[in-house]
């Protein structure tokens, strides 16, 4: 597609819910990346995709949040067993290299009650 | 560890005010420079960047200018409209860390009244 998309747009859990979230990026381009925003808080950075292999995987705040992206194109983010702390909005962004710009996607918001 | 400080919001103008939104950097050695806006409902685009010192990013009328002995990177625009209402980050890029992950400030949101 012309962009990056992300499903579901909106997402509520029950706290202990697994939820998985979805992002399609841009056909061809190499990066993803995934970015949690909290309210009134800049993007943070969870985890990075070079195609398939999964490089940096730093900001990922606990062993209960896991992202793949198996065929190096789609790429999910699980997090598992949700508390209330994971209510923000989940940013994917995909760039054709390190070095290209990046295209955000619109977000996926995800409200744990 | 790298770190992008903003001023804080929301900032209010009239239309056709001067714009500045501050933004400096804590970085190690010589990131890019980034200006992201997000409009209502919408991702984040990029609006200008800058990669060396002394560099000016500009784009639809914004402007800043990589400093590096004030480790700063403001964000001007010489007259506001309303339509530039949004959310602006301030983010950099380290040279060194993998994949080139962006590491962005709080956000300042803007509002313009008619």
């Known amino acids: 597609g012309a962009g990056v998309s992300q499903s579901p747009r909106y997402k509520v859990a029950k706290r202990g819910q697994d939820v998985a979230l979805r992002c399609d990026p841009i056909s061809g381009h190499v990066s993803l990346f995934w970015y949690q925003q909290a309210l009134g808080q800049g993007p943070e950075f969870l985890t990075y995709?070079?195609?398939?292999?999964?490089?940096?995987k730093s900001g990922l705040p606990s062993d209960r949040f896991f992202a793949e992206r198996p065929e190096g194109s789609v790429s999910t983010l699980k997090i598992q067993r949700t508390q209330q702390e994971d209510s923000a909005v989940y940013l994917c962004a995909s760039s054709q290299s390190r070095d290209s710009g990046y295209t955000f996607g619109s977000g996926t918001r995800l409200t744990v009650v | 560890g790298d770190s992008v400080t903003q001023m804080e919001g929301p900032v209010t103008l009239s239309e056709e005010a001067f714009l500045t939104i501050n933004c400096t950097y804590t970085?190690?050695?010589?990131?890019?420079l980034f200006w992201y806006v997000q409009y209502p409902g919408e991702g984040l685009q990029l609006l200008l960047k800058?990669?060396?010192?002394?560099d000016k990013g500009s784009n639809k009328g914004f402007e800043a200018t990589y400093r590096k002995e004030t480790t700063s990177f403001h964000l001007e625009k010489g007259s506001v409209q309303v339509s530039d209402s949004a959310v602006y980050f301030c983010?950099?890029?380290?040279?060194?860390?993998?994949?080139?992950?962006?590491?962005f400030g709080q956000g300042t949101e803007l509002s313009v009244k008619p």
């Open positions: 970085a190690t050695g010589y990131p890019s």
């Open positions: 995709f070079q195609n398939e292999a999964q490089l940096d």
């Open positions: 983010a950099l890029k380290g040279p060194y860390n993998q994949g080139g992950k962006l590491i």
């Open positions: 800058a990669t060396k010192a002394d």
